[in-house]
């Protein structure tokens, strides 16, 4: 999790309170869109990933929250940040503001968040231009977050399970995917590639168990096939399965497991010889925190109901699941063949020239402007980055255990929050009462 004084580099600041978009009849809205997060290096608010990144980390909160001690303020903090834009997204019904920045110009630049100069655009879903994938997950990251609130704070709790409900109604009843009518603004960064189905399952899924109406339940039984998450959506399965009408899905979820088993029947993953989980050259980390936090997620679950998981006649128990997650975690803090930390600032060996526009000189170290393109000069430079961006996770190293540390090489140095959030629940645990749950 990133530090209180270090997470504001990743936060993003409006330059002004108010942004003017204009309405689907022509006219211009004024819209208040300060606040939320960068997804990654850049100065865009992609609403996508920010949505994903609110799900996961309230997740966190919500199973090992009581583990966090001190930090599960810190924590609630970083999600009442997100939330609070995420209600101004929603603002107006049957429309989700999904992107601040032109992502083009953005990345033409090189400049810090606070002296960021590129346009401000603003681009949206609404009933004309549909966005179920981006609209499903954003109702999911409320109601998620109405979880972790539900008891310290319960009016803001009920508001954001309000907007949820509104904003997935939204999402089912104008279908489509977002890249369709925003193409060449969200892809090729964030394309919705396999379609909108396992959102709306996913956001229904949060919805059942923020609300508890049978609606949610109902929508799930009837719509788990056609909608794919039988083929497509294993994980799935991981927040359904507890319930005994949906008792299918623990099938999906050991399907899940098995696939990451080594030496397992169905087994089908992938290992870097210093055994970390690889799924793509290209932000491999994500599948890492993803993996190891849903992997003691259903340790917990398995745990609870006196079950194991049968992998074609392995017998694969709770702590089982617990090492190999707790194995990844090692890995990417430094039990690796490079006895590299890929967290920037623990241990003795991390990133030194990580992909990060909020990693040039600080505003106390160089007060004057950074303009767009003489930024390069530090990004194409083989020195250290002069800020540190302590607790951000980047990419990670390749499928043969090599990361080169280069800040030009996005894939493998740039940290996102998204590779963080699921970090937090997993580190939450594994701190605290590794093998005890």
């Not at 499903?136 to 309000?162: G, W």
């Not at 040039?360 to 990004?379: D, E, K, V, Y």
């Amino acid at each position: 999790m990133l530090s209180p004084n270090q997470s504001s580099s990743l936060r993003a600041r409006g330059q002004a309170s108010f942004l003017l978009t204009r309405g689907s009849l022509g006219g211009e809205i004024r819209v208040d869109l300060v606040g939320g997060y960068y997804d990654a290096g850049d100065n865009v608010k992609f609403g996508f990933p920010m949505a994903f990144t609110t799900t996961m980390l309230s997740w966190s909160v919500i199973e090992f929250g009581g583990l966090m001690k001190g930090e599960l303020q810190n924590a609630k903090a970083a999600i009442r940040w997100a939330t609070d834009y995420l209600l101004k997204v929603t603002v107006h019904p049957d429309v989700i503001y999904v992107q601040v920045g032109d992502a083009n110009k953005d990345h033409s630049c090189w400049e810090r968040p606070e002296d960021m100069d590129t346009p401000r655009s603003v681009f949206k879903v609404d009933r004309n231009s549909p966005g179920s994938d981006v609209a499903a997950e954003t109702a999911a990251a409320l109601a998620a977050a109405s979880l972790v609130f539900r008891r310290s704070d319960p009016t803001y709790s009920k508001l954001l399970v309000r907007r949820a409900v509104r904003v997935f109604q939204f999402a089912d009843e104008h279908r489509g995917a977002y890249s369709n009518g925003l193409k060449k603004n969200v892809c090729p960064f964030y394309c919705s590639y396999s379609g909108y189905e396992d959102e709306l399952l996913w956001g229904a899924a949060w919805l059942h168990k923020a609300t508890n109406y049978p609606t949610y339940l109902n929508y799930i039984q009837v719509n788990g096939q056609t909608l794919g998450a039988a083929e497509f959506d294993n994980t799935f399965g991981f927040l359904v399965q507890k319930l005994q009408s949906l008792h299918d899905y623990k099938g999906h979820a050991d399907n899940f497991v098995c696939s990451l088993i080594p030496g397992a029947p169905f087994s089908s993953a992938q290992y870097t010889p210093g055994g970390l989980l690889f799924k793509m050259s290209d932000s491999n980390m994500q599948y890492v925190t993803s993996t190891s936090f849903l992997l003691l997620t259903y340790a917990k679950y398995l745990t609870s109901a006196h079950k194991v998981v049968n992998c074609g006649g392995t017998v694969v128990t709770p702590n089982r699941l617990r090492n190999i997650a707790k194995k990844q975690v090692d890995y990417l803090l430094g039990d690796n063949p490079l006895k590299m930390s890929y967290m920037v600032g623990y241990g003795p060996k991390y990133p030194q020239r990580i992909h990060h526009r909020g990693s040039l000189p600080s505003i106390a170290a160089h007060p004057a402007m950074i303009q767009c393109s003489s930024g390069f000069s530090f990004m194409n430079s083989e020195s250290p980055n002069p800020n540190t961006l302590v607790g951000a996770v980047v990419g990670g190293p390749d499928q043969h255990d090599k990361f080169p540390d280069q800040r030009s090489d996005y894939e493998q140095s740039e940290p996102s929050t998204y590779i963080n959030a699921p970090l937090v629940g997993a580190l939450a645990y594994l701190a605290q009462s590794f093998g005890q749950l």
